[in-house]
Nanobody, 128 residues
Framework: QVQLVESGGGLVQAGASLRLSCVAS????????MGWFRQVPGKEREFVAA????????RYADSVKGRFTISRDHAKNSVYLQMNSLTPEDTAVYYC?????????????????????WGQGTQVTVSS
């Protein structure tokens, strides 16, 4: 059974940093994109960042470019999200995900429908 488990969320002040981790178990995902999404109550889940199978291609939402960095470790079957200069607008539940298809030759997938495996989410709260 495939499981994705996120960790690293918490309550921080504006300007602080957090590093989210997501460990996959049940199978390896060395050929797929891995991504991070976030959701605020009452709003749709939105794309944050993604990277392709070898990490050579990354993609970020405009709202996090220059502040967030996505990375992965094949040996640990994990994906990470380093979040710097956090603002209250970053407050959300963050979810990691693995794409349904193998990585393409273009930018990593950003559509929710492209991802088939999801974690349970980790809460990030940024106070002003």
């Amino acid at each position: 059974q495939v499981q994705l488990v996120e960790s690293g969320g918490g309550l921080v002040q504006a300007g602080a940093s957090l590093r989210l981790s997501c460990v996959a178990s049940g199978r390896t995902f060395h050929s797929q994109d891995m991504g991070w999404f976030r959701q605020v109550p009452g709003k749709e889940r939105e794309f944050v960042a993604a990277l392709n199978w070898n990490g050579a291609r990354t993609r970020y939402a405009d709202s996090v470019k220059g502040r967030f960095t996505i990375s992965r470790d094949h040996a640990k079957n994990s994906v990470y999200l380093q979040m710097n200069s956090l603002t209250p607008e970053d407050t959300a539940v963050y979810y990691c995900a693995v794409s349904r298809e193998t990585s393409s030759w273009s930018d990593p997938f950003s559509e929710i429908s492209s991802y088939s495996y999801w974690g349970q989410g980790t809460q990030v709260t940024v106070s002003s």
